[in-house]
């Protein structure tokens, strides 16, 4: 369905944009709202576009490298609103080091002129990197 696919792209787009560490592709991505939200593993929840623009720009100049394997393991489009539950598989490079994790994540997206803009996401670690996927 097309409406799956351009969520897809979109979630795509989203790691990319983490991936190569650039602001001015998050600024495209996001929906410049107050009620966009995001909760970072181990942050407080940033609240509003500024304050989420804030938290990207901090961890974007804090980081040297990273990379994503992303698994969606659910998908939900309803008119013009979209979820999609992942698995992220991150490795990071720290002190020339590349670390590995893995995280759970939401997010939510908001068809706008036909475009999808994420509205929300949140990423809880995975302790000890081992998910029970039952419900699949």
């Keep these: 369905m097309i409406d799956h696919e351009a969520v897809r792209e979109a979630n795509i787009a989203f790691y990319r944009a983490f991936e190569n560490l650039n602001i001015q592709e998050m600024d495209t991505i996001w929906a410049d709202e107050d009620y966009v939200r995001c909760i970072h593993p181990g942050w407080d929840a940033r609240i509003g576009w500024n304050a989420v623009r804030d938290s990207w720009v901090l961890i974007f100049n804090n980081t040297f490298g990273i990379q994503f394997s992303v698994e969606i393991i659910d998908m939900m489009v309803r008119a ?11 490795a990071t490079l720290d002190q020339g080091t590349w670390q590995s994790g893995m995280v759970v994540a939401t997010n939510l997206f908001e068809e706008r002129h036909g475009m ?3 509205i929300h996401h949140h990423g809880s670690p995975v ?5 029970n996927q039952e419900a699949k």
Excluded: D, M, Q
């Excluded at 999609?84 to 991150?90: G, K």
């Excluded at 302790?127 to 998910?131: A, M």
């Design 80 to 90: 013009n609103f979209a979820s999609v539950a992942c698995i992220e598989t991150i």
């Design 116 to 118: 999808w803009k994420i």
């Design 127 to 131: 302790i000890g990197g081992h998910l």
